[in-house]
Structures are given as C-alpha cells and as structure tokens.
C-alpha cells in the first residue's frame, strides 16, 4: 500500500515523526513529566503535530467534494 501527499505534506509528517522520536527518547532516558527536557520535547511535538494536521486540513479543502457515485 501507498499513500501519496504533497510535498509540503510529506514535509510536515516528517518533521512530527522526528519530534515524536525525540520525545521519545526524552523519555527513554529518563526525563521527569515535568522536567523541562520533557516538557520541551512535549510542547515542540505538540507544536509539531498541529501544523501537520493544519497543513493536511488544507490539502484536502483544496479537493473537490466526492459523493458516493463518483469512481
């Protein structure tokens, strides 16, 4: 299987994953919720996590509506 998206999509999503893998390894070496590596790694995840799902809200307002009938 494979998902297609636009550049500026693929750009995005790649940037959260890599700040998902780095709050992750925050954790992994044993950062404290509220030490501020944690809440660092969290708050730029977050950060991240939103402008990917703005960028893909976006995309998919700029497609035309599909109805059930359309191939």
């Known amino acids: 299987m494979t998902i297609t998206a636009p550049a500026d999509i ?8 890599r700040g998902l893998r780095n709050f992750r390894d925050v954790i992994a070496a044993g ?3 509220e030490s501020t590596d944690f809440l ?3 708050s730029r995840y977050d950060e991240l996590l939103a402008e990917l799902r703005q960028a ?4 998919l307002a700029d497609r035309p509506t599909r109805t059930p009938s359309d191939p």
């Not at 693929?10 to 994953?17: E, K, P, T």
């Not at 893909?56 to 995309?59: F, S, T, V």
């Open 10 to 17: 693929v750009v995005a999503s790649d940037a959260c994953f």
């Open 31 to 33: 950062a404290e919720a």
């Open 40 to 42: 660092q790694a969290q």
């Open 56 to 59: 893909m809200r976006a995309d």
